[in-house]
């Protein structure tokens, strides 16, 4: 929140900070143009008459014309304002002068006679008024020398410019200040929800992270951005609840064997056995051991997966062989039900942990023949699906798994039946768990098909991982 501020006056200050740097360049660009023109129009007025002034000063004789001269002159100055001249010869006399500003005073100016030579101007300050001044030296008719001085008064324009500075630089103080306020309001109305969605957010915790943000009370840009937060959510409450579950079914799951094991120690501690008894009792607690430790090392192996900490030894693997062997394995069980075991199809020797995949198969055989009927058959079908990818399908024929118990028959301690398998005792519901883990361990895929006739497990796995 308090970056938010932060970013939020960050931005209204770039924003005032551009507007007035680009104003800025505006109004120096106008303000130069401006001052260029004027000097531009001063420089052809002052041209165009010293121009004038020198021809008729080539044909001046003080004592033939002297009144066609001036006639001429004020002919040649009629039409410009503010503009003024002064004529002398070579003796220092004063040829003709217009009222005004004493334009001797450019004569004393270091660089008069540079701007004779170069034709060029040159600003002078002369009763509190700036003129900008061009002078010329020409030969009349006698051969006598004249120096012409010609002033063009530059007040107006110089004040004409400071306005316009002044005007330009109260432009760019006020639209910065404009600038401001806009964007300090756009960004307000802009942050406004975020920060609503972030005071929702804020008040999300554990209980109650059922809450699931309204999709209708964000603007339109933000709602795949809540949609995404709620099944954030979705995930996040899901493992939630399986991790209070799984909790609650270890407690569930160890409490069984441990009052068997105090209660049978209550009562054989109440009276006095013979050796044979104590032995019998023996090994009935044995089994509850086995079964704990069992399940025991089961939960380690799927914390290690969790934490991908499975690092699977990956050996030359010859599958058919391998299903083969474990067939042996499942004899005795599946004698007993008269189960026959059938090995379909062949495919390419694979790349895995041959321990980590006989238990996954082991654990699928196990619930296949716990779950077939008397005198049925098992069949395992090995195909190859493409060059790099293999399939193992174990259909084993029975009751049909309901549709909806499929998708979470991999989830630790489920089971379709609860009671059934209580009765039974024989599983703890995490075995396709570790199927899962392994098989995904192996970077392959599994999943469960059932109906009517049998139910399916497949695995889909890459012959090199
Ligand atoms: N081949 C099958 N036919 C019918 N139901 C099955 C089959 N395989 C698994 N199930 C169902 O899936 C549930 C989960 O199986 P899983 O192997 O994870 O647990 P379990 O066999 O009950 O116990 P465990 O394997 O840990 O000893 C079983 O309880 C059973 O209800
Ligand atoms: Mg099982």
């Known amino acids: 929140m308090k970056q938010n501020k932060l970013i939020s006056f960050r931005l209204p200050l770039i924003v005032c900070l551009l507007t007035c740097g680009l104003l800025y360049c505006f109004s120096h660009l106008i303000e130069r143009s401006f001052e260029k023109f004027s000097i531009r ?53 004063i040829v003709y002068r217009t009222r005004g500003p004493n334009l001797a005073i450019a004569l004393t100016h270091e660089e008069f006679e540079r701007i004779i030579e170069d034709e060029s101007t040159s600003i002078e300050n002369i009763d509190k008024s700036s003129y900008r001044i061009a002078a010329s030296r020409v030969t009349g008719e006698n051969g006598q020398q004249f120096t012409t001085i010609v002033a063009v008064r530059r007040d107006v324009q110089l004040e004409f410019i400071s306005r316009l500075r002044n005007g330009l630089g109260l432009l760019i103080v006020i639209s910065c200040v404009l600038a401001l306020i806009g964007s300090l309001i756009s960004i307000y109305y802009t942050q406004k929800p975020i920060n609503r969605l972030i005071r929702k957010i804020e008040r999300i915790s554990l209980k109650n992270l059922n809450y699931r943000i309204p999709t209708s009370s964000v603007p339109v840009k933000y709602v795949s951005l809540v949609k995404a937060f709620n099944n ?11 991790q209070r579950n799984f909790t609650a079914d270890i407690a569930h799951e160890m409490r069984t064997p441990i009052t068997n094991l105090t209660t049978q120690t209550q009562i054989v501690l109440n009276n006095a056995r013979t050796t044979e008894e104590y032995r019998e ?47 042996d394995y499942f004899e005795p069980l599946t ?16 790349q895995g942990d041959k321990m980590m995949l006989g238990r996954a198969i082991g654990n699928i055989l196990s619930n296949a023949i716990r779950y077939t009927p008397v005198n049925q ?13 293999i399939k193992i399908v174990i259909s084993n024929p029975g009751e049909k798994i309901d549709k909806k118990h499929l998708p979470h028959l991999f989830e630790r301690f489920y089971r379709v039946d609860e009671s059934r398998h209580r009765s039974d005792s024989s599983g703890t519901g995490i075995g396709l768990a570790i199927v899962k883990s392994i098989i995904e361990t192996h970077k392959g895929t599994i999943y469960v098909e059932s109906d009517d006739v049998s139910t399916r497990f497949i695995i889909n796995l890459p012959t090199a991982i």
């Open 335 to 350: 004698d007993e039900k008269n189960i026959t075991l059938k090995l379909e199809g062949n495919c390419s020797h694979i």
């Open 281 to 327: 009792i023996l090994y009935s607690n044995l089994e509850e051991y086995e079964k704990m430790s069992q399940m025991i090392s089961d939960m380690l192996f799927l914390a290690q997966a969790d934490n991908r900490q499975l690092v699977p030894k990956l050996i030359d693997i010859d599958l058919q062989n391998m299903i083969l062997m474990m067939c």
């Open 232 to 242: 954030m959510l979705n995930r996040m409450e899901d493992v939630f609840s399986r």
């Open 377 to 389: 058959i098992i069949t395992i079908t090995l195909s190859q699906m493409s060059e790099k990818r």
């Open 41 to 93: 129009q001063n420089v052809t007025e002052l041209n165009s008459v010293i121009t004038s002034i020198e021809r008729e000063l080539t044909y001046y004789s003080p004592s033939d014309n002297r009144d066609e001269f001036i006639q001429n002159l004020l002919l040649i100055l009629t039409g410009h304002h503010h503009l003024f001249v002064y004529i002398i010869d070579d003796m220092g006399k």
